[in-house]
């Protein structure tokens, strides 16, 4: 499954759409110096501006205090002219990040992590929603792999991709099975799925005897070693598998084009052309 392809293709249908609706204005806050958030907010502000989208950058040292950054949210929130805020995570130990969440204005929430998104999406009412499930439910839509009725495996729930993306799964029909650290015998449960989302960060976790032949594998692990990215999907399971995302070229580009469409989105809520629900 070629995510690069299909996010290329949102990304050319977004800088029309942005041509045609005016001025967005995305502000991505890191704190710290961790090496891969450095790499995704370059790659971030590059695709941003290629679209279209002005990307202001802003940065805090890793030691930072929890009032600090807060302030900052608080300042891009009653910025007139910033319409998505997305936060980078992890954020160091001393900051509380659900805290942070809540003090973002939830209209400018790009990654859908504000409490009111998050509830949005249980409710099955999207508003902003999380960038990384969004690009799995495209991918799944675009190789017309069947949702409605498959057994869903996701494995990994963590707030920004393995719980949305089984949210999402779930209003598609699918019957979702949620794995993590204390599932026991994970093979047992992966070997049953149709659709099988591995997003853990563990190098290879995923072997071709966890796969049921002819499912489709979602690989948006991201594990970084010396010889390069890769993820958390073993190379020998495409020889089971029926669909595959690549690592480099799967999930990746697709997070960062639906991050996007989500800072369009953002604006078209500020502006009123879009309307959001009253909290
Ligand atoms: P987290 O570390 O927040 O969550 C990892 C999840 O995996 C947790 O729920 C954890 O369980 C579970 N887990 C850990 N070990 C095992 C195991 N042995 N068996 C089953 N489950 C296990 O990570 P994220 O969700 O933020 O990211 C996951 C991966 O996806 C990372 O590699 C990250 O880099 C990548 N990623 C890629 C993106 C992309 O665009 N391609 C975007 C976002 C993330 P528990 O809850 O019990 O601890």
């Known amino acids: 499954m070629d995510g690069r392809a299909l996010a290329a293709r949102i990304r050319e249908e977004l800088k029309a759409e942005i041509a045609g609706f005016g001025d967005v204005r995305l502000a991505t806050v890191l704190v710290g110096d961790d090496p891969a958030s450095q790499i995704y907010i370059r790659l971030k502000h590059k695709a941003a501006e290629e679209v279209g989208i002005q990307a202001l950058d802003k940065r805090l040292p890793q030691e930072t205090p929890e009032e600090e950054v807060l302030g900052l949210v608080e300042e891009l929130n009653d910025d007139d002219s910033v319409d998505g805020v997305l936060v980078q995570t992890p954020l160091p130990p001393q900051i509380d990040e659900p805290r942070v969440m809540r003090t973002l204005d939830p209209m400018k929430d790009v990654d859908g992590l504000h409490p009111f998104n998050a509830g949005q999406l249980f409710f099955g009412q999207q508003t902003l929603v999380a960038a990384t499930p969004v690009g799995v439910m495209r991918l799944l839509a675009e190789y017309k792999i069947p949702v409605t009725g498959a057994r869903a495996v996701v494995v ?27 599932t026991k015998d994970l093979a047992r449960h992966t070997l049953d799925a149709d659709i099988l989302v591995a997003a853990v960060g563990s190098l290879g976790l995923i072997t071709a005897d966890m796969v049921k032949t002819g499912a489709a594998v979602i690989d948006v692990g991201m594990n970084r070693t010396e010889d390069g990215l890769f993820g958390d999907v073993d190379p020998g399971v495409a020889d089971a598998a029926g669909f595959l995302t690549p690592v480099p070229g799967g999930v990746g580009p697709m997070t960062i084009a639906c991050m996007l469409e989500n800072a369009l989105k953002a604006a078209r809520y500020r502006s009123g052309a879009l309307a959001f629900p009253r909290i």
Do not use: D
């Open 156 to 182: 990994g729930r963590s707030l920004i991709v393995g719980r949305p993306l089984s949210m999402l799964l779930l209003h598609a029909n699918a019957t979702v099975t949620i794995c993590h650290s204390r």
